[in-house]
Nanobody, 125 residues
């Protein structure tokens, strides 16, 4: 039984930083794509960043240069370092995972088999 548990959300002022963590357990895949999605009220779910087992990463254009995704395989944890936060980054952030790699339409949430419960990020201007 795969579980993804997010933590690290909170409230910050515009320009501030937060680091989200996603702890995975029960994973049996030899290769996997892990990533972060977000959804603001009234908006569609958006792919933010993903990372595969080799450390290859992909980012949404809206966060490139500000967000960094990383992983600690020994701890089965994926991180999202968010710097230069803007009010438009405010959303519920979800960790997601799927087998194999992050190729193809990585921003399509439908491709991800496992999801966390989400952690709220609030950015005040």
């Amino acid at each position: 039984h795969v579980q993804l548990v997010e933590s690290g959300g909170g409230s910050v002022q515009s320009g501030g930083s937060l680091r989200l963590s996603c702890a995975a357990s029960g994973y049996t895949y030899s290769r996997a794509c892990m990533g972060w999605f977000r959804q603001a009220p009234g908006k569609e779910r958006e792919g933010v960043a993903v990372i595969d087992g080799d450390g290859n990463t992909r980012y949404a254009d809206s966060v490139k240069g500000r967000f960094t995704i990383s992983q600690d395989n020994g701890k089965n944890t994926v991180y999202l370092q968010m710097n230069g936060l803007k009010p438009e980054d405010e959303a519920m952030y979800f960790c997601a995972g799927k087998p194999l790699d992050c190729s193809g339409a990585w921003t399509s949430g439908n491709a991800y088999k496992h999801w966390g419960q989400g952690t709220q990020v609030t950015v005040s201007s």
